[in-house]
């Protein structure tokens, strides 16, 4: 166990910082599940940091070592049973001794490789300090590739067009996964890491999507992050094109109609690899990472993702732990790393709402209608896999809609909706693989809908030259067309990977209001825990920390029980505040200085005298008060409402005499 010097806490620690530390340092060391609880504003984020990267370095700096003598022990048993003289009773014993050591003499060369590329990146890192040498990673954007008039055409069904950094072996080192509900608890993590002392001596890398990532604004405008993640997945391939596209005679082809950002100029492997070392030798959060892509022209989301391999801490969002094909395409694994799950008091509502999906009817129609309308347009130029795959869609798309709208509101398994809406027959999975293959989803982004699905292919009884005027007024008319904005078959494409899910774990909600007129089709998960089960069985370590854990029960059995981990293996901390209780007095006032009662009800917010009597409390205790003030308001309303009043009765005057005044409304 450490002292508490060797955690490197930036400040003398309280005693129960202390604790914190060194529990968390014995979970890391014992490979066991912990859960702690401390309230807020007792250092809980700097203890975590403390605590755990404590542990990392010493167990990096020491595991070498250990492997090493781990060899030399079993080489010299080895070569005692080869040298004794019953040879045949020693076999079986000297055949597991060579297994161990083979498994040890293969772990110990991927930490030393692992050691040699830290100090090749140390060195490229020190490069790239030179201006100079970084310079030239800054090319001028002016990318040109060909329009191809068929962009809109489905690539023919079965090309696999994965990400090259998925196929990337993660391994290398020891990691600690940190997940937090939102970004700016990650930002704030980071900034609290930084304070650390050994902080500059940490490898770490903030993971986000691309939404939060992207510096092409040509890709950002898009908005919706699905569309986002396609269009970046589009431009990345023609990036890797674009480079290729020669003749036979190395000449390059007649160039076509031409325009600048199809390829993305942000995406390119040198600029990306410099950035992923810059990346990890600096710590630095979102912010900084999108502020370093835009300076060395470098794409933040990939570099970000190529600097995961090399990393120590990796910080995450809960959607990107928690989401098992999330976390495998950035390259993360939880195998025999430590897991650490920050704020985790609502962990199990909040894995709950990221695989739960809604529908609307109106967006399955609108769906069908950009489908069957897409599929009409291009009939004769698809090829037959993706001619059959459209097809099925839009009869899954018309047998959903028809239950959703026939059906009476209802809570059904993913099973027994399936046989109820008729699209049993059907293969659901491959329909799902084709939508996200395909990138269908992009290619009706900009789709408009004249009519609906089911007229289409109708022959209007019409004369022909009301026919040719009703086709005339459909195609101009701006207040009768109906244009969708986005794609609304990004909304379906949750619900079918929810019907594809453990029948156990979900259920289907059809909801129709009273009119039912507007009817939607839901999915609830109903065991979140067995979403995050094969992280916390692959983890080394897994920690739960919050400033309210209570009930300690919700996560020793539904949580890690559904793990196999009984209540009785999870070690539970509980600490109080750093505040010694001597030093904290609270006091009820009931009534002003000038005997007035105070009774801030709804009828009173607006009460001049009340606020008088208060502010004339306020400006009393500023008076003998030696230390600072702090006055806390219900809300933000009621808050810029007395300050104002304040500051016409005198009140603030008065107390700016004693002390500076700030608020909310000027920052602190």
């Not at 009476?408 to 049993?424: C, R, T, Y």
């Not at 005339?472 to 079918?496: F, M, Q």
Request: charged share 25%; net charge neutral; aromatic share 8%.
């Amino acid at each position: 166990m450490l002292d508490s010097d060797s955690y490197g806490f930036p400040f003398q620690p309280y005693s129960i910082q202390l604790e914190f530390m060194r529990g968390l340092y014995t979970i890391c060391e014992d490979s066991s599940v912990g859960i702690f609880e401390s309230p807020t504003g007792t250092g809980k984020s700097l203890s975590i940091i403390c605590g755990s990267l404590s542990w990392l370095l010493n167990y990096e700096n020491n595991r070498v070592p250990s492997l090493k003598e781990q060899a030399t022990c079993l080489t010299n048993e080895i070569e005692r049973l080869s040298d004794g003289d019953d040879w045949l009773s020693n076999a079986s014993e000297k055949c597991q001794l060579l297994e161990k050591l083979s498994t040890i003499r293969c772990e110990l060369s991927i930490w030393e490789e692992y050691r040699s590329r830290i100090e090749n990146l140390k060195k490229e890192q020190a490069k790239l300090k030179d201006d100079t040498k970084r310079s030239k990673f800054h090319p001028q954007i002016n990318y040109k590739t060909v329009i191809e008039d068929d962009e809109d055409i489905l690539d023919s069904y079965g090309h696999d067009d994965s990400d090259d950094e998925n196929a990337e072996d993660v391994g290398g080192g020891m990691k600690i996964l940190f997940a937090s509900r939102t970004h700016s608890q990650l930002s704030q993590f980071v900034s609290e890491v930084k304070k650390w002392k050994h902080g500059s001596e940490i490898r770490l890398v903030t993971l986000a999507s691309r939404q939060q990532l992207c510096i092409n604004e040509d890709v950002r405008k898009l908005e919706n992050n699905s569309l986002i993640n396609e269009r970046c997945t589009e431009l990345k391939s023609k990036s890797k094109q674009s480079s290729s596209k020669t003749t036979d005679a190395g000449v390059p082809p007649k160039k076509k109609r031409e325009t600048a950002g199809c390829a993305c100029p942000y995406y390119r492997s040198e600029g990306i690899s410099s950035m992923a070392t810059d990346i990890l030798f600096e710590v630095s959060d979102i912010e900084d990472i999108v502020a370093k892509g835009k300076e060395m022209k470098a794409c933040p989301y990939y570099a970000s993702r190529k600097a995961v391999k090399e990393s120590q801490i990796i910080l995450m969002p809960y959607n990107i732990l928690f989401h098992k094909e999330t976390r495998e395409s950035c390259g993360v694994s939880a195998k025999d790393n430590v897991v650490i799950i920050d704020e985790a008091h609502n962990i199990l509502e909040t894995i709950s709402g990221i695989y739960s999906a809604e529908i609307t009817l109106k967006q399955l129609n609108d769906s069908r209608s950009q489908v069957a309308q897409y599929l009409h347009k291009y009939n004769t130029r698809l090829a037959p896999g993706n001619l059959l795959s459209l097809r099925q869609l839009i009869q899954v798309l018309k047998m959903i809609s028809n239950f959703v709208q026939g059906g009476n509101p209802q809570v059904l398994l993913p099973s027994e909706f399936v046989v109820k809406a008729g699209i049993d027959n059907l293969n659901l999975f491959k329909i799902i693989q084709f939508l996200n293959k395909s990138q269908l989803c992009r290619k009706l982004n900009s789709f408009k809908v004249f009519v609906e699905p089911d007229e289409i292919g109708k022959v209007p009884k019409l004369g022909l030259k009301e026919l040719m005027n009703k086709e005339t007024s459909i195609l101009t008319s701006d207040v009768d067309e109906k244009k969708i904005r986005g794609s609304p078959l990004l909304s379906v494409i949750p619900i079918l990977s929810a019907l594809c899910r453990p029948h156990n774990e979900g259920r289907i909600v059809l909801k129709k209001d009273d009119s039912r007129e507007i009817c939607s089709l839901k999915y609830l998960l109903l065991n979140p825990a067995a979403e995050v089960k094969d992280v916390i069985n692959e983890a080394r370590a897994v920690i739960v920390a919050g400033g309210t854990m209570r009930p300690i029960s919700e996560f020793q059995h539904q949580l890690f029980g559904a793990a196999g981990i009984q209540p009785d293996q999870v070690k539970i901390f509980s600490f109080g505040h750093v505040i010694p209780a001597e030093q904290v007095l609270p006091v009820i006032v009931t009534k002003g200085p000038a005997g007035r009662v105070f009774e801030f009800s709804y009828g009173n917010r607006s009460n001049t005298k009340m606020l008088d009597e208060l502010g004339q409390l306020i400006v009393n205790t500023c008076n003998i008060v030696p230390g600072g003030v702090i006055v806390f308001f219900s809300s933000y309303e009621i808050e810029n409402n007395t300050y104002k009043h304040w500051v016409e009765s005198g009140h603030l005057e008065k107390m700016a005499l004693r002390k500076r005044v700030r608020t909310n409304q000027f920052g602190f």
